[in-house]
């Protein structure tokens, strides 16, 4: 290595959470392994020197070398970056996704939930890294993304008419108690009456006047499962859409003076605010059923701000699928509550408005207003 300092040496600081990580980072090191440039790096006590995992330089002793998870980590603890290798350069964006897609094969194929420091030791990486980085990259933490795909096959088996009990223990839950504990709230309805058509379910729907038109706010005792928009001449529309996804639950329209009128209307009336350019509140209670991947676009979307947009492109790196640029365009159109998940926030590559469920014109007045919002 070059650039050696006659100045005192820092001592090592060990960045990684175990040395089973420290003994899988030390194996790329030995195999020079460029795959795993901007997953870590690593300083040599020796020298005051940090490099990539895939620098050419002889190969340190375990003892001398420290791993660090960024490289301001390794500079902050008094080591320079190595003029061989350049370890300030950005690593190739594929070798982060190439982890990425290794960590969410994994997580798919697993028959049951698998933690957290196990993936980390797969990746070579430790927890923390591998919690962030995934979630910057994916969307969502890696449990998250477990849950999510595990309810996308209790969903699938369902609605193919798969027993109750089967399709939970095949998705990998030791129980149907665990399911309906940690999961029932995300699947929006029992999954029993899933497998029915939203047999037993109950949503109740209001309409409102807006600046935008009629808007129908549909919801279960769990959250706002639909909000949508039309004129007066297309209420029933929306009203026969709503019973289409549910076609065996009970879906009326909220009595006014009942329990149920108030708890929806009152629903609605948050809603409403966004039309007129309010912030999402992140208390608003949502019932929203999708598969993995629409979960992942949809949390995308409610990350890009108000008065600002991104591109399908954009979306689709954000959810560590820069190839689906037509999928995240198919899971706006599928979103189910409007302006709550803002799907009018995304544009065409080229700055155009694209597609907008509810009319081109609402996502412009949208954008509009949402510019104008302080």
């Given at each position: 290595m070059l650039d050696i300092s006659s100045s005192p040496l820092p001592a090592p600081a060990r960045a990684s959470?175990?040395?089973d990580v420290d003994a899988v980072r030390y194996d790329a090191l030995r195999r020079r392994d460029a795959a795993s440039d901007g997953v870590f790096?690593?300083?040599?006590?020796?020298?005051?020197?940090?490099?990539?995992?895939?620098?050419?330089?002889?190969?340190?002793?375990?003892?001398n070398v420290s791993f660090?998870?960024?490289?301001?980590?390794?500079?902050?603890?008094?080591?320079?970056?190595?003029?061989?290798?350049?370890?300030?350069?950005?690593?190739?964006?594929?070798?982060?996704?190439?982890?990425?897609?290794?960590?969410?094969?994994?997580?798919?194929?697993?028959?049951?939930?698998?933690?957290?420091?196990?993936?980390?030791?797969?990746?070579?990486?430790?927890?923390?890294?591998?919690?962030?980085?995934?979630?910057?990259?994916?969307?969502?933490?890696?449990?998250?993304?477990?849950?999510?795909?595990?309810?996308?096959?209790?969903?699938?088996?369902?609605?193919?008419?798969?027993?109750?009990?089967?399709?939970?223990?095949?998705?990998?839950?030791?129980?149907?108690?665990?399911?309906?504990?940690?999961?029932?709230?995300?699947?929006?309805?029992?999954?029993?009456?899933?497998?029915?058509?939203?047999?037993?379910a109950v949503v109740h729907f209001v309409v409102r006047d807006t600046s935008l038109g009629r808007m129908m706010v549909g919801a279960t005792a769990r959250g706002v499962c639909s909000v949508s928009f039309g004129s007066a001449s297309e209420e029933r529309d929306l009203e026969r859409s709503l019973r289409a996804r549910f076609p065996r639950a009970t879906v009326a329209r909220a009595e006014e003076g009942s329990s149920e009128h108030a708890r929806v209307d009152a629903l609605a009336t948050r809603v409403a605010a966004l039309v007129d350019g309010a912030p999402v509140p992140s208390d608003l209670p949502l019932d929203l059923l999708g598969t993995a991947f629409q979960q992942r676009v949809w949390r995308a979307l409610r990350e890009v701000p108000a008065g600002t947009t991104a591109t399908y492109t954009q979306i689709a790196q954000r959810v560590g699928a820069p190839a689906a640029v037509r999928a995240v365009g198919s899971a706006c159109g599928k979103n189910p509550v409007a302006v709550v998940v803002p799907c009018h926030r995304i544009l065409r590559e080229d700055g155009g408005l694209g597609g907008y469920a509810w009319g081109l014109p609402r996502k412009e007045a949208l954008l509009a207003r949402e510019r104008k919002t302080p």
């Open positions: 959470a175990s040395p790096w690593y300083a040599v006590l020796t020298t005051g020197v940090y490099c990539r995992p895939s620098c050419a330089a002889r190969l340190p002793r375990p003892e660090h998870e960024t490289r301001e980590s390794a500079e902050a603890a008094g080591y320079r970056p190595c003029k061989r290798c350049k370890p300030r350069d950005l690593p190739a964006p594929e070798r982060l996704a190439a982890m990425m897609r290794e960590v969410r094969a994994h997580i798919e194929g697993a028959e049951a939930t698998v933690s957290l420091d196990a993936l980390a030791r797969r990746a070579g990486v430790s927890p923390g890294y591998l919690q962030r980085t995934f979630k910057a990259v994916v969307g969502m933490t890696p449990r998250e993304y477990g849950a999510a795909h595990r309810l996308q096959r209790v969903q699938t088996a369902l609605s193919r008419g798969a027993e109750v009990t089967s399709a939970l223990y095949d998705a990998g839950y030791a129980s149907s108690s665990r399911f309906y504990e940690q999961e029932s709230k995300t699947l929006g309805m029992l999954p029993a009456a899933l497998r029915k058509g939203g047999e037993g």
